[in-house]
């Protein structure tokens, strides 16, 4: 089996009594399109910034193609691109002054093409000062400098912030073309929508904790059901409390509605001797599912 190409085990960081991240574990094998989703505050980027040596972890471990994140930081940079959810770059610089620079700090061959090409694809004037840029326009800054290295890895942290629709059309299309070349890429996101389009596996990280690692199609797959009972003249209660129910079911007057995990033969029967208007039961969409773990 090969070395996943990063590796993180029992990862942890507070700030004093404050939770950062807590005992986070996943590997990403190298060449997948990795989602990493939670909601703003759930540990997302400080698990990126620990990957990049940007703040140290309290404790456990990461590895990044079979190099420590710490000791081994300045190699590993060499070989990885990042685009961070705020792009601030040098703003006294224009853009093509700023990425030449960036373009120094490796042993790139063809750069000043690579920088050519991406600027042309993501409609940058390379003329401009970067003080003068638009948010969207600084994000395109970020995504030339992270991959201009034709890097073997690509972090992204919020990356499409700031991206118009169009251009975030774009970008996942160059996304894919790289992954196809062979890019590993780390998507860390909130919104959903995005990683579905791009990526096969996904962490969910609630709180700071992995909640799941999962495929994509098996959550998609996966056998919870969204039941909606209508009754006759109000909710009847007594349905909460059986087995396979997996959240506080939802009342509002006469309906009942909630997430089913268990045997439907067993909420058939436990529905015979109740008089209902209505039952529906449903594949939930995606979203649902990443909600139900959310909550």
Do not use: W
């Not at 940007?54 to 404790?59: S, Y």
């Not at 620079?101 to 050519?116: D, E, K, P, Q, W």
């Amino acid at each position: 089996m090969s070395t996943p190409i990063i590796d993180i085990s029992d990862l942890t960081k507070t700030y004093g009594r404050d939770r950062g991240i807590d005992h986070v574990s996943l590997e990403v094998e190298e060449g997948e399109i990795f989602g990493f989703i939670g909601p703003n505050g759930a540990g997302k980027s400080t698990t990126i910034r620990i990957l990049l040596n940007l703040i140290f972890p309290t404790g456990g471990s990461a590895r990044i193609m079979d190099m420590d994140v710490v000791r081994d930081s300045k190699k590993i940079k060499f070989y990885t691109g990042y685009v961070p959810s705020d792009a601030n770059q040098y703003s006294s610089m224009d853009v093509d002054e700023f990425l030449s620079y960036c373009l120094g700090f490796y042993r790139t061959v063809n750069g000043s093409a690579r920088i050519a090409e991406l600027s042309e694809l993501l409609e940058l004037d390379r003329k401009r000062k970067i003080s003068d840029l638009s948010m969207g326009n600084r994000k395109k800054v970020s995504i030339i400098q992270s991959l201009l290295h034709n890097p073997r890895l690509l972090i992204l942290d919020e990356a499409t912030m700031g991206l118009d629709p169009l251009m975030q059309a774009r970008f996942f299309e160059l996304l894919r073309s790289e992954n196809r070349k062979g890019l590993t890429i780390f998507f860390s996101s909130h919104t959903l929508s995005e990683v579905q389009l791009l990526c096969k596996r996904v962490a969910i990280i609630k709180e700071g904790m992995i909640i799941r690692v999962e495929d994509i199609e098996t959550l998609r797959k996966r056998q919870l059901k969204k039941i909606h009972i209508e009754f006759a003249n109000r909710a009847d209660n007594e349905i909460a409390g059986l087995r396979g129910i997996e959240n506080t079911p939802v009342v509002s007057g006469k309906t009942m509605q909630f997430m089913f995990s268990g045997d439907i033969n067993d909420l058939v029967i436990k529905l015979r001797d109740k008089i209902i208007s209505d039952l529906t039961i449903e594949e939930p969409s995606l979203e649902e599912i990443f909600m139900h773990y959310y909550n």
